[in-house]
């Protein structure tokens, strides 16, 4: 089982970010895939989960503002982040539900 999260940087208070995340070695149609991410000394926190049939869940924090989606035929999901805040800098990891494994992440910084 593989995770490569991309897509990360420095973006400025109500910005734009739109990570990736490449899957490999599962079977990532039939997965229920998630996002998380945490801050140095923090435990890891989940952020949004998309359901293979499509449904969405989503942290309260980021309601309307980030949108999780898939591509199946690529092994590939997607967070789309708006209007992003300074308390959403942060390591992002995408992960198979109930899967031990995880990627090296991608480091998301919201300042000036």
């Known amino acids: 089982v593989q995770y490569v999260e991309s897509g990360g940087g420095l973006v400025q208070p109500g910005g734009s970010l739109r990570l990736s995340c490449a899957a490999s070695?599962?079977?990532?149609?039939?997965?229920?895939m998630t996002w998380h991410r945490q801050v140095p000394g923090e435990a890891r926190e989940w952020v949004a989960t998309?359901?293979?049939?499509?449904?969405?869940f989503y942290t309260d924090s980021v309601k309307g503002r980030f949108t999780i989606s898939r591509d199946d035929d690529n092994g590939t999901l997607y967070l789309q982040m708006n209007s992003l805040k300074p308390e959403a800098t942060a390591v992002y990891y995408c992960?198979?539900?109930?899967?031990?494994?995880w990627g090296q992440g991608t480091q998301v910084t919201v300042a000036l």
């Open positions: 992960q198979e539900a109930g899967s031990t494994a």
């Open positions: 070695g599962f079977s990532f149609t039939e997965a229920i």
């Open positions: 998309m359901f293979p049939g499509g449904a969405t």
